[in-house]
């Protein structure tokens, strides 16, 4: 089981920057990518963007404003995000996916942290 814990939330107004940081637990399998995906009240949880073997993917709507970056030794992930916007706001959850000896993946989630952009 890995354990992640976001921190880095915050109140920012429009245009500003926040990197958010994830720190994983030790696992014995392989953390095979991590990400970031959001939740706006009365909204799904969304994917924002994940970090696996392939590269970087991002969401159309933070392309171009938003970079995430894997230290996959120390299982972090960061999300520095600029020219933020007040549609950015949300909770903000990080996500990693482990894949076990079997070939069997199994997703764990941070407890999440706000992020509120004013106007």
């Known amino acids: 089981q890995v354990q992640l814990v976001e921190s880095g939330g915050g109140l920012v107004q429009s245009g500003g920057s926040l990197r958010l940081s994830c720190a994983g637990s030790s696992s014995i399998f392989s953390i095979i990518a991590m990400g970031w995906y959001r939740q706006a009240p009365g909204k799904e949880r969304e994917l924002v963007a994940v970090?696996?073997?392939?590269?970087?993917n991002y969401a159309d709507s933070v392309k171009g404003r938003f970079t995430i970056s894997r230290d996959t030794a120390q299982n972090r992930v960061y999300l520095q995000m600029d020219s933020l916007k007040p549609e950015d706001t949300a909770v903000y959850y990080c996500?990693?996916?482990?894949?076990?000896?079997?070939?069997?993946?199994?997703?764990?989630w941070g407890q999440g942290t706000q992020v509120t952009v004013s106007s």
């Open positions: 970090a696996s073997s392939t590269g970087p």
């Open positions: 996500k990693a996916i482990v894949q076990n000896d079997r070939g069997n993946k199994f997703n764990y």
